[in-house]
């Protein structure tokens, strides 16, 4: 069976959110200076959205890895990926970065780098619907639905359906 076949990316989803529920305020989110949210391209956002909306949040941003990404030259400028955009100031903020697989940390990094471009956060918390394993830095995500096993050869994608919903599926790796 595929981890495709066993995630379920919408129960996932819903034990993260109950995971940033219990550990914040009620109006945490939707305070003018409160927690904001950022959501790291394309899969991170589509749940930054839906945790802005759920989570009362007055507004969430969106974070372009791609000119922070140690394999930039290799890789190039995703040609749909839309721009950075953070509609809240960055500077003494808390802020929840959130993507939707958590592997080796390098998008992480990306997405950190990324934000210091921005201004200097309070703090930044991780929530992602999967943890994969295979770090290659020291990155932990404080909110995680949960983990999988995926083949090193492979990648975990985040699809959201007409409706919505989340749902998962592996491809092989330089698929997508």
């Known amino acids: 069976m595929s981890p495709s076949d066993t995630l379920d990316a919408e129960a996932l989803y819903c034990a993260v959110l109950d995971q940033i529920r219990a550990a914040y305020s009620v ?3 939707s305070a003018p200076d409160g ?3 950022a959501g790291i391209y ?5 749940i930054a959205a839906r945790l802005a909306h759920d989570l009362g ?3 969430w941003g969106v974070i372009n890895v791609a000119l922070h990404r140690d394999d ?6 995703h040609s749909e990926a839309s721009p950075t955009s ?5 500077q003494g903020r808390r802020i929840v970065l959130v993507d939707d ?3 080796t940390g390098r998008t992480v990094r990306a997405a950190i780098n990324e934000l210091y471009d921005f201004g200097r956060p309070a703090s930044v918390e991780l929530a992602v619907l999967v943890d994969r394993g295979g770090r290659e830095l020291p990155v932990a995500a404080r909110f995680a639905g949960g983990t999988a096993a995926v083949a090193a050869d492979a990648s975990l994608v985040l699809e959201r359906n007409a409706d919505g919903r989340f749902a998962f599926h592996v491809e092989p790796r330089g698929g997508n």
């Open 101 to 103: 697989v958590l592997y």
């Open 27 to 29: 109006d945490a989110f």
């Open 35 to 37: 927690v904001a949210i």
């Open 86 to 90: 953070l509609p809240f100031d960055v």
């Open 42 to 46: 394309s899969g991170g956002a589509w």
């Open 72 to 77: 930039y030259a290799k890789k190039g400028l």
């Open 57 to 59: 949040a007055s507004g």
